[in-house]
């Protein structure tokens, strides 16, 4: 009888995976190719994509760059291909590409816009990537909010010195009354008289008849408004708000918009889930009314009916009231998507809060806001595109947004007849900004994924 072993011996040597099932053979088997329906559909795919990408590409790299009007183009294209059929003309955004950007803003003073974008990317930094640069830009987050309108439109340097003290004024009071409500309503009054008395409000005495409205419409506030240049006359020229234009406009509205609505949706979620009768009436009142109107119905009033309210003679800038309207419109949505991040947390959560003795702004800040936020990364990001992308709809109401823009260029006889172009550049910028905004946030879910840790 023979002795035959079951147990091995010697160690096999490592041996390498078969050449097909790894690098991009493998990937292509394992997800394009992976049986004959996959197969099918992928080269049809291929089919479609190399169809139009064909023709898209075509059309893009044989072009015209250098021309001043649409017919100039077109002779050039004749005598190239011997046909204008299939080729842009690159030469609208070579001529006018400094006004899709900037509109009617002074040539001179481009500076200043540039200088207002690149300090935003630096306040964002501390905000945006807080373990990768230095705290210290967080001074300049903070002052960005006051240095970027003086910048864009002009003036003495002292009236936002003036309207960023008011807010550390409130902040004191509030501090020194320990965070309380009254604290928190004193705080805010003494902000408003603050302004009014440094920013000469126009409280006239025809309206406010009172003594208190003729010292502050008449007295102390337009003499702190009159003396405060000659102390440290830092001024630049004033730019009018029609002058504002081009994708300037778009992202001047968009990043306020984004800025503003996400602490007031905060606020507005709060809100709506508060034990507080009157609070939380309002909160649904104002979120129910906001969603169920159109964008384009808040603007028409910011444009048009919101003068009818005022005191005659009251000067009221378009882009303020525009700035205004969208920031309620985004708040009201965002405050619907951190109510969702709010409703997903489990109820141990607020269980933990209590038991640690927390009160509720402290189990807010610390516990549960992170937390929601987190889960409404999403949503909060999606809010914030669709805001920004419907920072066009402006040019209904004849603010030079690109859009609006482009329209006022077609109408230019060297340029009469050209729209794919411009629809072409104007969608590009678009892209960039909103395909950034996309990768940020994958890349801060990322970071913030824990469940697997």
């Known amino acids: 009888m023979s002795d035959a072993s079951f147990v091995r011996t010697e160690m096999l040597s490592e041996q390498?995976?078969?050449?097909?099932?790894?690098?991009?053979?493998?990937?292509?088997?394992?997800?394009?190719?992976?049986?004959?329906?996959?197969?099918?559909?992928?080269?049809?795919?291929?089919?479609?994509?190399?169809?139009?990408?064909?023709?898209?590409?075509?059309?893009?790299?044989?072009?015209?760059?250098?021309?001043?009007?649409?017919?100039?183009?077109?002779?050039?294209?004749?005598a190239t291909w011997g046909s204008t059929h299939g080729h842009a003309c690159w030469g609208v955004i070579g001529d006018r590409w400094l006004q899709l950007l900037f509109g009617f803003y002074?040539?001179?003073?481009?500076?200043?816009?540039?200088?207002?974008?690149?300090?935003?990317?630096?306040?964002?930094?501390?905000?945006?990537?807080?373990?990768?640069?230095?705290?210290?830009?967080?001074?300049?987050?903070?002052?960005?909010?006051?240095?970027?309108?003086?910048?864009?439109?002009?003036?003495?340097?002292?009236?936002?010195?003036?309207?960023?003290?008011?807010?550390?004024?409130?902040?004191?009071?509030?501090?020194?009354?320990?965070?309380?409500?009254?604290?928190?309503?004193?705080?805010?009054?003494?902000?408003?008289?603050?302004?009014?008395?440094?920013?000469?409000?126009?409280?006239?005495?025809?309206?406010?008849?009172?003594?208190?409205?003729?010292?502050?419409?008449?007295?102390?506030?337009?003499?702190?408004?009159?003396?405060?240049?000659d102390i440290a006359p830092f001024w630049l020229e004033t730019v009018i708000s029609r002058n504002f234009g081009g994708f300037m406009l778009s992202v001047l509205i968009g990043v306020v918009a984004i800025g503003c609505s996400l602490p007031l949706g905060i606020l507005l979620a709060l809100g709506r889930q508060s034990n507080m009768l009157i609070v939380k009436a309002i909160c649904v009142g104002f979120i129910e009314f906001i969603r169920g109107v159109p964008l384009i119905t808040l603007l028409f009033v910011a444009s048009t009916l919101l003068n009818i309210f005022l005191p005659p003679g009251t000067n009221f800038d378009i882009i303020l009231r525009v700035m205004i309207m969208v920031t309620l419109f985004a708040?009201?949505?965002?405050?619907?998507?951190?109510?969702g991040g709010l409703a997903g947390l489990p109820t141990g959560q607020y269980e933990g809060a209590d038991s640690l003795g927390l009160n509720y702004w402290q189990a807010q800040r610390l516990i549960i806001m992170p937390q929601a936020l987190k889960i409404s990364i999403p949503g909060i990001v999606?809010?914030?595109?669709?805001?920004?992308?419907?920072?066009?709809?402006?040019?209904?109401?004849?603010?030079l947004d690109p859009l609006g823009l482009s329209n006022s260029i077609r109408a230019d006889t060297d340029w009469n007849g050209i729209y794919w172009e411009l629809f072409a550049f104007i969608a590009l910028m678009f892209f960039i900004a909103c395909f950034g905004m996309s990768r940020y946030s994958m890349y801060l879910e990322r970071k913030l994924k824990t469940e697997n840790d």
Do not use: H
């Not at 990537?129 to 240095?147: E, H, I, N």
């Not at 708040?331 to 109510?339: K, L, P, Q, S, W």
């Not at 999606?382 to 004849?398: P, R």
């Open 16 to 78: 390498d995976p078969p050449p097909t099932s790894v690098g991009v053979i493998g990937w292509l088997r394992a997800n394009l190719f992976s049986n004959w329906w996959n197969a099918i559909l992928t080269v049809l795919c291929l089919a479609v994509i190399w169809y139009v990408l064909s023709g898209l590409l075509g059309w893009t790299l044989r072009s015209v760059w250098n021309a001043g009007s649409l017919n100039e183009c077109r002779e050039i294209m004749i």
């Open 106 to 229: 002074p040539p001179e003073l481009y500076y200043r816009p540039i200088l207002a974008l690149l300090l935003l990317f630096v306040a964002l930094a501390p905000v945006l990537f807080a373990d990768k640069v230095s705290p210290r830009l967080l001074y300049v987050t903070a002052a960005y909010p006051f240095l970027m309108p003086w910048l864009m439109w002009g003036g003495s340097i002292w009236m936002p010195i003036g309207v960023a003290a008011g807010f550390v004024l409130a902040y004191l009071v509030g501090r020194k009354l320990d965070g309380s409500v009254p604290g928190l309503v004193l705080g805010i009054l003494s902000a408003i008289i603050w302004w009014m008395l440094w920013l000469g409000f126009p409280i006239q005495a025809e309206v406010f008849n009172t003594g208190l409205g003729e010292i502050l419409g008449a007295g102390l506030g337009k003499s702190l408004a009159t003396i405060s240049p």
């Open 331 to 339: 708040a009201a949505y965002m405050a619907e998507v951190i109510r």
């Open 382 to 399: 999606s809010t914030f595109i669709g805001i920004f992308k419907d920072t066009t709809l402006v040019s209904i109401i004849a603010l």
